[in-house]
């Protein structure tokens, strides 16, 4: 329950007291656009800001611009470390496609998804949403309502989170090791290039109601975007980089489909297998 209890609250789109520094005016953008990662300054520009657990004693994970191959981009190391930097929206946005380019350069080779002690990741694209409570099982429901009397600031019932992993294959979706508030799709699995520019673009309603399948049917506000690296659990070391976070309302040209790459060994957790059966979905 602790666990649990740290891990949704440090989702919380508010810097984490002692963290790293963020800039001033670190409230949510007043209109419902993604702000650049990537600005003129030696760090990521306001409204994106850190956030680490409720009193983080352990490592930040260092967020911090750099220039790579001839282009600026968000560096992101994680050294035995925790921390997400998140943008928080004020309204809901339009869009529902999210593009980015990514790359890891330095993988975490003990992590592992599936395993408490494992659940460190180089890399991951997060989206967080405002589920409603009554939507949530029980016990998660009583521990977000605790979280949230400890903060002024929301605290997502529902985060996706695309993530890049050594040991996975392509395209699976499994839960976080250590709650169900948050799922994940590995894009980039075992056997993924290193240290090369991969492009993405992902319909986050159609993933959503796929991954939260067994909770909703219609797609709650989006409420935070973040991007971060850990190694907290395995005690490692991983660098990534990340440029071109936007949020779009048609398709780039050129990107892939939003779907899997065809071919991709995809592995579901049984939950998600059931709620898609219930629904007569099928699986792309």
């Not at 925790?82 to 309204?91: A, P």
Request: with cysteine; proline share 10%; net charge positive.
């Amino acid at each position: 329950m602790k666990q649990l209890f740290a891990l949704l609250a440090s989702l919380v789109l508010a810097p984490a007291a002692g963290a790293q520094a963020a800039p001033p005016a670190l409230s949510p953008t007043s209109t419902p656009t993604l702000a650049p990662l990537v600005g003129e300054a030696a760090t990521p520009p306001a409204p994106w800001h850190f956030a680490g657990l409720p009193k983080q004693k352990k490592p930040a994970t260092r967020f911090s611009v750099a220039e790579i191959e001839g282009q600026r981009a968000l560096r992101i190391e994680a050294q035995a470390s925790y921390g997400n930097l998140v943008h928080g929206f004020s309204q809901p946005p339009s869009q529902r496609l999210l593009a980015w380019q990514w790359r890891v350069d330095q993988p975490n080779p003990d992590s592992r998804l599936r395993e408490r002690s494992g659940d460190d990741s180089p890399l991951k694209v997060c989206a967080m949403f405002d589920l409603p409570l009554d939507a949530v099982p029980f016990v998660d429901r009583q521990v977000l309502r605790a979280a949230r009397r400890m903060s002024d600031e929301p605290i997502p019932a529902a985060t996706l989170c695309y993530v890049w992993d050594a040991h996975e294959p392509t395209g699976t979706e499994l839960d976080n090791a250590f709650t169900r508030r948050l799922r994940m799709i590995v894009l980039r699995g075992a056997g993924s290039a290193l240290s090369r520019w991969q492009a993405e673009e992902r319909d986050l309603h159609a993933d959503f109601l796929r991954l939260f399948a067994d909770e909703a049917t219609s797609v709650p506000p989006l409420i935070g975007i973040a991007v971060g690296a850990d190694a907290d659990n395995t005690q490692g070391h991983s660098v990534a980089h990340v440029k071109g976070l936007e949020l779009l309302s048609a398709p780039k040209a050129g990107l892939r489909p939003a779907s899997p790459p065809r071919g991709s060994s995809k592995v579901a957790e049984p939950h998600l297998l059931e709620a898609r059966r219930r629904a007569g979905a099928t699986r792309p």
